[in-house]
């Protein structure tokens, strides 16, 4: 196994947790990266020589290497992938009592490049960098030992593995579902699998769901950016008075429909498609006020020099949101940009009421589930954030 070898002091911050190493942090001189096959593991070493752990590299990628083990000349084969998703699968098994969660997050199970999802017998796998690509004979094998699954879809259509240089088109194994079926907080949700959004369902948002639906009793609420329903589902099925869904995917809406109709019969629901900023402002123009409100939308920072440009839409969106909230409403907002942090959302929300003499009270801070685990020296995994607050005079 060949060294990456890093220039001086560029250990510390992987020295203290982190996993990722930059193009910039390497010494070309002692270990040019032009050198290394996409995926190929290294034992990386500090300025001194010193070992910090074993990585796989990509020379193409921004992130050239990522470390996979603290120790030095592992190598990421078949038996330390079986180990991890082991590791991976106890956890899930301590936190709930059917099958259906994040399997395997990342970073955050110390497998980098690697997200599964569970439903049931299906596995939803995306394979983000060249060093996972290259050990996935090795992962298939390891997941039909572990899991014994009836489908997997290998999602490839995936922005980041164009970054790596990866090929994206789908790949089922097996006999995959149309639909997920998905059972959270009481309810049973239905998703389309190969043509729904990430992984077919958000895990993430289970507890802040179900924190949000405390507040739902009675209550007309608004499910913006809903996709298949997460969170207005849950709020009418806790004894809402009616939910409204708002997308631009007429497929979730239908799915969004179906499922408030499954799970809560007796609530009235609607469904708006088209753009979201358009329609909040077309309710609130037509006078409509809601008591519950969750706002989930899409990233809007996806890189660091999207600062700018996406907090102004977390600004004005929040601000649409707030507007259409009725004395006393409870927001849920959200957002799953990692470049914003958990204040600045606040600031969002609280800044929106405050310019309408309002004032915000926050009754839940959250983020992402314990299926998601964070590594703890790596603030990037921890992506995901929701607040929830009362707003009043």
């Not at 706002?295 to 996406?310: M, T, Y």
Request: proline share 6%; glycine share 8%; net charge positive.
């Amino acid at each position: 196994m060949r060294k990456l070898w890093l220039k001086k002091h560029e250990d510390r911050r992987l020295r203290a947790g982190h996993l990722w190493v930059f193009g910039n942090e390497v010494d070309g001189s002692k270990s040019p990266l032009p050198g290394f096959e996409p995926g190929e593991a290294a034992t990386l070493c500090d300025a001194r020589g010193a070992p910090l752990g074993s990585v796989y590299v990509n020379p193409a990628s921004l992130i050239c290497a990522r470390l996979y083990s603290r120790r030095p000349e592992t190598e990421l084969d078949a038996g330390l992938l079986r180990t991890r998703l082991a590791a991976a699968l106890a956890l899930r098994q301590r936190l709930y009592n059917a099958p259906w969660y994040r399997l395997c997050h990342g970073e955050g199970d110390f497998l980098p490049g690697l997200v599964l999802d569970r439903f049931g017998g299906h596995l939803t796998a995306q394979v983000t960098t060249a060093g996972m690509e290259r050990r996935r004979e090795a992962l298939e094998s390891c997941l039909h030992e572990l899991f014994a699954p009836t489908s997997i879809l290998w999602d490839n259509d995936l922005p980041a593995r164009a970054l790596e240089g990866l090929a994206r088109e789908p790949s089922p194994w097996g006999d995959v579902p149309e639909t997920l079926e998905v059972p959270e907080n009481g309810c049973r949700f239905r998703a389309p699998c190969a043509t729904g959004q990430k992984t077919g369902w958000f895990y993430d948002q289970r507890r802040n769901r179900r924190e949000l639906a405390r507040y739902a009793k009675g209550a007309d609420v608004l499910d913006i950016f809903s996709y298949v329903g997460g969170f207005g589902v849950t709020c009418a099925a806790a004894g809402a008075a009616s939910v409204t869904f708002v997308d631009a995917a007429r497929e979730a809406l239908d799915y969004a429909l179906a499922n408030a109709a499954a799970n809560a019969p007796g609530c009235p629901a609607e469904a708006l498609c088209g753009n979201a900023f358009q329609i909040l402002r077309e309710l609130c123009e037509a006078g409509r006020r809601f008591d519950c409100i969750s706002l989930d939308p899409p990233a809007f920072i996806k890189r660091r020099k999207d600062l700018p440009q996406g907090l102004a839409a977390y600004r004005q969106v929040n601000a649409l949101a707030v507007a259409l909230l009725k004395p006393g409403g409870v927001l849920a907002s959200s957002s799953c940009s990692h470049h914003l942090e958990a204040q600045t959302l606040r600031d969002c929300l609280t800044q929106a009421a405050a310019k309408s003499k309002l004032h915000t009270r926050l009754l839940f801070a959250g983020g992402q589930g314990p299926d998601h685990p964070v590594q703890a020296a790596m603030p990037e995994t921890a992506y995901l954030k929701c607040c929830i607050a009362q707003v009043g005079p």
